[in-house]
């Protein structure tokens, strides 16, 4: 995919929705748009409600749950509504794997989506080192493929960043993304201040140390091969196919 053009009134109020899987860069991409100065932020909005759903148990799930909201319909209202502290922008945080089976989509569509991938080698290791198990739902490739099918049949393919070629031209990929979008870029999304922040989720003490330590983004490392389980090999085979079909999609920009 190209570098994407404007598509939107800049006049008018816009939700930002960033489809990402676990263990991805999700969390610094956040802090990139907060740092903007006229972009709220939502981190993960449907955690509590998937907690809830599912019987889950992940780090700090009664603290999420009890912090969030678990009505899948309430926090998709709300997602639809105006931003925090009346900002013109809304940056949410999705995690793909929030999308269980069955949950209706359509509200979707009246979102401006992007889709944030990472190497499943990469993914499946960094998971496994948190957790006993994976599966391909877990790392949110099967629900980002689905998602990226349907919007892309409506006519809205959503811009699709590769985590490693984001990390080696942050500036050209914001500056795109923002172009598409509509809005100016502004340098504050490429550094922000170092600690936690008041729209860090309640999770954010077990996962966020590395986020919290960063004043910017990390630069792109060698991927590597590690050695898996013969089930996260197992997910790897199975997910591999789905990221090359993204991955052939993704948005190109130059350094």
């Known amino acids: ?31 990139a748009w907060e740092n903007r100065g006229d972009c709220a932020v939502s981190d993960e909005p449907l955690y509590a409600a998937y907690l809830a759903a599912t019987g889950i148990d992940h780090p700090l799930r009664e603290e999420t749950i009890a912090a969030g909201e678990t009505d899948p319909a309430r926090v998709i209202a709300s997602l639809l509504g105006p931003a925090p502290d009346a900002q013109p922008i809304w940056y949410q945080k999705h995690m793909a794997h929030h999308l269980l089976p069955g949950m209706d989509r359509a509200w979707i569509h009246q979102l401006h989506n992007m889709l944030l991938i990472r190497d499943p080698d990469e993914v499946v290791a960094s998971y496994l080192k948190a957790r006993e198990s994976v599966t391909p739902e877990d790392i949110g490739l099967p629900q980002q493929v689905e ?43 490429l550094h922000w201040p170092a600690g936690p922040r008041a729209s860090d989720g309640v999770w954010a003490p077990h996962w966020y140390t590395k986020v919290w330590r960063s004043t910017g983004f990390d630069p792109p490392h060698a991927i590597e091969s590690t050695p898996l389980t013969p089930q996260g090999e197992a997910v790897v085979a199975v997910c591999r196919p789905m990221f090359e079909q993204l991955h052939a999609q993704r948005l190109r920009v130059g350094g």
């Open 147 to 189: 998602l990226f099918d349907e919007l892309a049949a409506a006519g809205t393919a959503p811009p699709i960043i590769d985590a490693q070629d984001f990390l080696r031209a942050p500036e050209a990929h914001l500056r795109a993304l923002c172009a598409w979008l509509g809005i100016d870029f502004r340098a504050g999304m």
């Open 1 to 31: 995919m190209s570098a994407p053009t404007a598509s939107r009134d800049a006049s008018a109020f816009l939700h930002i929705a960033m489809w990402s899987g676990p263990r991805n860069i999700s969390t610094a991409m956040m802090r």
